[in-house]
C-alpha cells in the first residue's frame, strides 16, 4: 500500500511520530522541531487540541507545513487511553470535516465504538481517498491470543486498510502472545497490520515488525504518545541494523 511517497508493508516498518500540541501555535512548534528525526509519517493527535471547532480548519495549515509527509489524524477517545470524552456522535461529527477536506492521507477510526458509526466513516473516507487504520487499545491488559485474532478479524471485514492494536503486557507471555497472533493474522489476511505491546516490557515488538508482519512504528520526537516509545532516531537506526541483518 502506497501512501503518498511512502510503501507500506514492504521493508522496514514506517515510523510515525506523533505531534500534540493543545493549540495550532505549538503544532507549529512541534512540527518545526521534526527537523533532523527519521520518520516517515506524522499522526496528529487531534484528542489533545484545546478548541476542536477548530480541527476542520487548521488541518489545512498542518498539511501545508508537512508538504508530502503523510498526515494521520487520530481521535483517541478516553476509553481506549486517549484524552477526549465524546459521544459517537460527535466523533463522527469531528472526523467527517478531516476526512472530506482531503488534507489527511489516513484516519484513525476505533473499531469497537459503534459499529454502524464506524462502518460509515470508513465508507465516507474511501470515497475521499483516505485510508484507514481501525484500532483497538487496552491499557490495562493484554487479551487472550484468541481474543487478538477475532479483533484483527473483525477490522479486516470492516474493510479497514490497516488494521492495528496496542495492548498492555503484564509479562513477557503477553508480548510473545501478540507477536504470535500478529504473525498468525499475517497469513490469512488481506489488510495490513500494525501491532505494539506497550511499556518497557514491551518494546522488542515496536523494533521486530519487520519479522512478525507489523508494517507501522510509533516513534517520538518531544513527548510520547503511549508507554514504550522509543526516540525516533534510536528507532531509526535499530530498525536499520535489523533489517540489514
Known amino acids: ?3 503518498r511517497n511512502i510503501e507500506f508493508g514492504n521493508g522496514t516498518p514506517k515510523i510515525c511520530v506523533p505531534v500534540m500540541g493543545k493549540n495550532l501555535h505549538l503544532l507549529e512548534e512541534e512540527i518545526s522541531n521534526l527537523q ?7 499522526e496528529w493527535r487531534i484528542d489533545f487540541y484545546e478548541d476542536m471547532d477548530q480541527v476542520k480548519n487548521d488541518i489545512y495549515v498542518i498539511r501545508d507545513l508537512l508538504g ?5 489524524v487520530t481521535c483517541r ?6 484524552n477526549v470524552c465524546v459521544s459517537k456522535e460527535e466523533y463522527c461529527s469531528l472526523l467527517k470535516p478531516v476526512i472530506s477536506s482531503q488534507c489527511c492521507d489516513l484516519v484513525d477510526l ?10 460509515s466513516l470508513v465508507k465516507y473516507a474511501h470515497e475521499n481517498g483516505v485510508k484507514v487504520i481501525m484500532s483497538n487499545h487496552d491499557f490495562s491488559k493484554t487479551p487472550s491470543y484468541e481474543e487478538i485474532m477475532y479483533r484483527f478479524s473483525k477490522m479486516e471485514q470492516m474493510q479497514c486498510d490497516i488494521a492495528k492494536v496496542a495492548y498492555m503486557p503484564k ?8 507477536l504470535r497472533a500478529t504473525n498468525d493474522a499475517s497469513r490469512m489476511m488481506s489488510c495490513l497490520l500494525v501491532s505494539m505491546s506497550m511499556s518497557q516490557l514491551g518494546v522488542i515488538s515496536r523494533i521486530s515488525g519487520e519479522f512478525f508482519h507489523s508494517c507501522m512504528t ?5 513527548n510520547a504518545s503511549a508507554p514504550g516509545q522509543l526516540e525516533a532516531n534510536v528507532l531509526a537506526s535499530i530498525l536499520e541494523a535489523l533489517h540489514q541483518r
Do not use: H
Open 1 to 3: 500500500m502506497i501512501v
Open 36 to 42: 533532523g528525526l527519521k520518520y516517515d509519517l506524522v
Open 68 to 72: 508530502e509527509t503523510p498526515l494521520l
Open 77 to 82: 477517545t478516553q476509553d481506549e487511553g486517549g
Open 110 to 119: 476505533e473499531c469497537f465504538l459503534d459499529e454502524e458509526i464506524i462502518t
Open 171 to 178: 509479562d513477557s507471555d503477553d508480548v510473545l502472545t501478540l
Open 218 to 222: 510509533f516513534g517520538c520526537a518531544e
